[in-house]
């Protein structure tokens, strides 16, 4: 079991988690003394996928160094049909429910500006989510779990869930569940990085815990023409203004306000030469919804706005409103056994109330099949927090084990709550 991953040069580690935080419950068959042990391997592990990410879809090395680790551990993973995600059950009681964990593994399409050992070596790519985090957390959580199958001490089988393609549209999940990822499992659970938590604590919900999200593009065409003659043609970078100032508020005033509806424009482009108005002008960006009665509406609202906006100028509009993912709904059950896993990996005190953010998560398409829930694992460092999807992004490296004893814990309370 000993991790193929040693520390990169210079590269010092954060101090360690205690064995057994205050108030805290010791692991059983005395997993806290191997997770210990296992802290340094677990960390070497995150800074070589943080130096070493893969973009969505193609994080085919990434799932192999999942499943040599896990394989190391004693287990027997098996990659996805297209080779860039891992599934892994470990077998307790075979007469036992299986419950599923889930990890995302993919990084996105940025430059990592830290200075740091573990900087990324990929242009323009990096783990600015926390999936090398997550990933991590349940490498852990397999090799302890390992350990308790061995001595016949899991009462039950837990499904490892290494997903690709978190990021991107068709999401990575539905390709899980479709390879059968989701078979004969009774509740599935996962953790995502939070850097407005400090480590220690785990924000919970019951309910929904992230928005819904979709990705919307508009390509507006006409003739092009002069610009020293715009009433001869039609002006298309007059009508990319109109549709990208004016669509979002008017879309925000189609629906309730409290349904939390967000349309923000992340790109847009006309033209090339400053005295030719173009033939073709785009913009694209993302629809976020917390209701999920106004996200089944959400298309037709918009394709109506756009339309309505863009028809005084004269240009055709061709719209692409590409579906992503419902809110992530924490059902009421798991969160109780998140709860009381929590208190038990990290003290009553590591329980922390959280609020439905606007981001997206295609966790959620899991849950349209199973209950479960999502929660977020404290990673904040000292001074100023740096959010999520930036570029200089970091975690407090003490987050993995405290992640690793909460899922642990977390698929344990869960085993037993369903054979009461």
């Not at 969160?335 to 109330?353: D, F, S, V």
């Amino acid at each position: 079991m000993t991790s193929a991953l040693t520390l990169p040069n210079g590269g010092p580690l954060a101090s360690s988690w205690p064995e057994a935080p205050s108030g805290s419950q010791p692991l059983p068959f005395d997993l806290d003394h191997l997770l210990a042990l296992r802290v340094p391997g677990l960390i070497a592990t995150r800074r070589h996928l943080h130096s070493h990410p893969e973009l969505s879809g193609a994080e085919f090395e990434t799932a192999a160094l999942i499943a040599r680790e896990l394989t190391l551990a004693g287990l027997h993973p098996r990659l996805l049909p297209k080779g860039n995600g891992v599934i892994c059950d470990i077998n307790g009681r075979p007469d036992g429910p299986i419950i599923a964990l889930r990890a995302d593994i993919d990084a996105l399409p940025l430059a990592d500006v830290k200075d740091v050992p573990y900087r990324s070596t990929v242009d323009g790519v990096c783990h600015a989510c926390g999936h090398d985090v997550h990933t991590t957390v349940m490498l852990g959580v397999g090799m302890l779990l390992a350990q308790l199958a061995d001595a016949g001490q899991l009462d039950g089988r837990v499904r490892l869930i290494f997903q690709p393609a978190e990021e991107i549209l068709p999401c990575g999940s539905l390709e899980v569940i479709e390879a059968g990822g989701l078979e004969d499992v009774v509740q599935i659970f996962a953790v995502h990085c939070d850097p407005n938590l400090p480590v220690g604590k785990v924000g919970l919900r019951v309910g929904p815990i992230t928005a819904a999200a979709d990705n919307v593009t508009v390509r507006l065409t006409g003739p092009g023409g002069h610009t020293a003659r715009p009433h001869l043609t039609v002006d298309l970078v007059d009508a990319l203004g109109r549709l990208v100032t004016e669509v979002p508020a008017l879309v925000s005033r189609r629906v309730p306000a409290n349904s939390g509806l967000l349309l923000v424009f992340g790109h847009a482009s006309a033209g090339t030469q400053y005295n030719v108005i173009p033939s073709e002008a785009h913009a694209s960006g993302t629809l976020r919804v917390m209701d999920r009665d106004t996200w089944e509406q959400a298309p037709k609202i918009v394709a109506q706005v756009v339309r309505d906006v863009v028809a005084p100028t004269g240009a055709t509009v061709d719209l692409e409103y590409l579906r992503g993912r419902p809110p992530v709904s924490n059902d009421s059950r798991a969160i109780q056994i998140l709860t009381a896993a929590t208190a038990a990996a990290l003290g009553p005190e590591g329980i922390a109330e959280t609020p439905q953010s606007m981001g997206g998560e295609d966790f959620s398409w899991y849950l349209e099949h199973v209950p479960g829930a999502l929660a977020r694992l404290g990673v904040g460092r000292s001074g100023p927090n740096v959010d999520l999807h930036r570029a200089s992004f970091d975690v407090d490296e003490r987050a993995i084990p405290a992640g690793v004893r909460l899922m642990v814990q977390t698929a344990l309370k869960a085993l037993a709550a369903t054979r009461q």
